[in-house]
């Protein structure tokens, strides 16, 4: 069965630093992933996906994550972090297959000045 | 609409009430899934359709749980004899395709306080 574990539950950062968001898989093949988003009051939006390729890919608002295969990992990064991106952030797997998508339990992500 | 929609956006009921959570779609999607969200333990599947098949139905915690989709479209999640272990937030998704192949687009979800 797919599984996935975000290490961290809450994270604080300073406005301009540098953020990763940690995010582990269980899957046996190669997983489709999906980091997203869920500000206060909100419905969840998508940040970025990987099927397959290159295993940096590009999201929105700056972020970006990279699949590494050897360590079942899929770590949501960003260079220089805004205060609006302070916000409840899940990584998800899926799989071939009517299956659905099973979410991390997330990582809250606070801005300081 | 432009989005997916969900309606009641809070819902305060009593031990042991029926509740009934919507869900309209994003016009022509044909995937739709609920997922429950409880405090600190992320995201929970409840149940999945897709066009006219068979709905899975894996996630549902218990009999009191269940789920239709009329016309393909809207669907309605429904709590019997709601506990207070039910409380928690619904969120219905949408997709236009299978799940592997596209992403989720979700609704701000119903909050259910079950007192």
């Known amino acids: 069965a797919q599984s996935v574990t975000q290490p961290d539950i809450h994270i604080t950062v300073s406005e301009g630093a540098s953020l990763e968001l940690r995010c582990n898989y269980s899957y046996g093949a190669t997983p489709y992933l999906f980091w997203y988003v869920q500000s206060p009051g909100q419905g969840l939006q998508l940040l970025l996906k990987y099927f397959s390729g290159d295993t940096l890919v590009q999201g929105i608002k700056g972020f970006e994550a990279e699949f590494k295969r050897s360590q079942s990992s899929f770590n949501l990064r960003k260079p220089s972090v805004h205060w609006s991106d302070a916000a409840e952030y899940f990584c998800a797997v899926g799989a071939t297959g009517n299956t659905p998508l099973v979410f991390g339990k997330g990582t809250r992500l606070s801005v300081i000045a | 609409g432009a989005g997916v929609s969900q309606s009641p956006s809070n819902k305060v009921t009593e031990k042991g009430k029926d509740v009934e959570l919507r869900c309209d779609p994003i016009?022509?999607?044909?995937?739709l899934y609920w997922y429950r969200q409880s405090l600190g333990q992320g995201l929970e599947f409840l149940i999945y359709?897709?066009?006219?098949?068979?709905?899975?139905k894996s996630g549902l915690p218990s009999d009191r749980f269940s789920a239709e989709r009329t016309g393909g479209s809207v669907s309605t999640l429904t709590i019997q004899r709601t506990q207070q272990e039910d409380s928690a937030v619904y969120l219905c998704?949408?997709?236009?395709?299978?799940?592997?192949?596209?992403?989720?687009?979700f609704g701000e979800g119903s909050r259910l306080t079950v007192l």
């Open positions: 016009s022509g999607h044909t995937a």
């Open positions: 998704a949408s997709s236009p395709t299978t799940l592997n192949t596209g992403e989720l687009f």
């Open positions: 359709f897709q066009g006219n098949s068979a709905p899975d």
